[in-house]
């Protein structure tokens, strides 16, 4: 039997309401879907003590547990009178990305909901933020909010990236502005839809850093080429001409500039597996976590 699909809220270990709660009620409220809230908790402290007297270490855990588990239940009922569906729960565990998988395994979910965690740059160095996990293996949509002034969004901006030369990661860009389209008509919101040309990049991976200067001409057949490509994805989802955006220059300051001055309250982008070099210095999508004035909402491709 098919299962309702339904939203999963990552809750933190502490015991606080974060912005991502309202989002996800007001999201859970604009979906019509119910919502299932987690809290991962785990100390290093207890688990290591643990090893030396397991009985008495057993009872603290759990009323640790407990009264975590008694805090959610009430943010849950107190959610479930606003005639949301909603259920909750406590999990102790050390690597909560695998445990995320096996809600996803387990349960048909339609979006994960997490806030963003501030992880200082030289701790990013030595092991992967559970954020980045999501963006870059979770095969479910995730949103992580830096902030909620506005619960429900009420300015949501697509970024696509028409450099994609393969055919699935073209029509990626067509599930991109889709989902961007969704949330904004499921929102009430407004769609904006943006692509930053950094044409001296795509010049430079072209033909090879070193190479000569841009010869006459190329250019602008290199931009206009670009242009072409937006606006037939505009086109062809019905994007009208005041709501697309072509910005020339570095991506992660334009994008960044463009959510400020456009007052954006969710950035829908494509992210894709990364490996080598490219994963150890993060992708455009891990740094505008770290950079971006609005919270993020990351598709896949799907699965082949």
Do not use: R
């Given at each position: 039997m098919l299962q309702t699909p339904r939203l999963l809220l990552i809750a933190p270990s502490t015991i606080t309401r974060t912005p991502a709660f309202e989002r996800a009620a007001a999201l859970a409220h604009a979906m019509q879907l119910?919502?299932?809230?987690?809290?991962f908790n785990y100390l290093q402290a207890l688990a290591i003590a643990g090893l030396f007297a397991p009985d008495q270490i057993d009872r603290a855990r759990e009323g640790y547990l407990d009264t975590h588990r008694h805090w959610l239940t009430a943010q849950a009922d107190s959610m479930s009178k606003h005639g949301l569906a909603v259920t909750s729960e406590v999990v102790w565990v050390h690597h909560p990305f695998e445990e995320?998988?096996?809600f996803v395994n387990e349960m048909s979910l339609a979006l994960i909901i997490k806030d963003a965690e501030d992880v200082p740059a030289l701790k990013r160095v030595f092991f992967t933020p559970l954020d980045w996990q999501l963006l870059r293996d979770c095969p479910v949509p995730v949103h992580l909010v830096t902030e909620a002034r506005h619960p429900l969004p009420r300015k949501v901006l697509a970024i696509v990236d028409v450099l994609r030369s393969e055919e699935q990661d073209l029509v990626f860009n067509d599930q991109i502005v889709e989902a961007a389209a969704k949330l904004a008509s499921q929102c009430n919101a407004q769609l904006e839809l943006l692509?930053?040309?950094?044409?001296?990049?795509?010049?430079?991976?072209?033909?090879?850093?070193?190479?000569?200067?841009?010869?006459?001409?190329?250019?602008?057949?290199?931009?206009?080429?670009q242009h072409e490509a937006f606006a037939g994805l505009a086109e062809r989802q019905g994007i009208a001409v005041e709501q697309r955006h072509f910005i020339e220059g570095v991506?992660?300051?334009?994008?960044?500039?463009?959510?400020?001055?456009?007052?954006?309250?969710v950035i829908v982008?494509?992210?894709?597996r990364h490996a080598g070099l490219d994963k150890l210095l993060g992708t455009t999508a891990e740094s505008l976590l770290h950079n971006a004035p609005c919270s993020m909402w990351a598709i896949k491709p799907p699965r082949g």
């Open positions: 119910p919502l299932h809230i987690v809290a995320i998988l096996h692509h930053v040309y950094d044409w001296a990049a795509v010049y430079a991976k072209d033909m090879g850093y070193g190479a000569v200067p841009l010869v006459s001409g190329l250019y602008e057949a290199l931009n206009e080429a991506p992660l300051w334009n994008i960044c500039n463009f959510a400020h001055d456009h007052q954006i309250d982008m494509g992210t894709v």
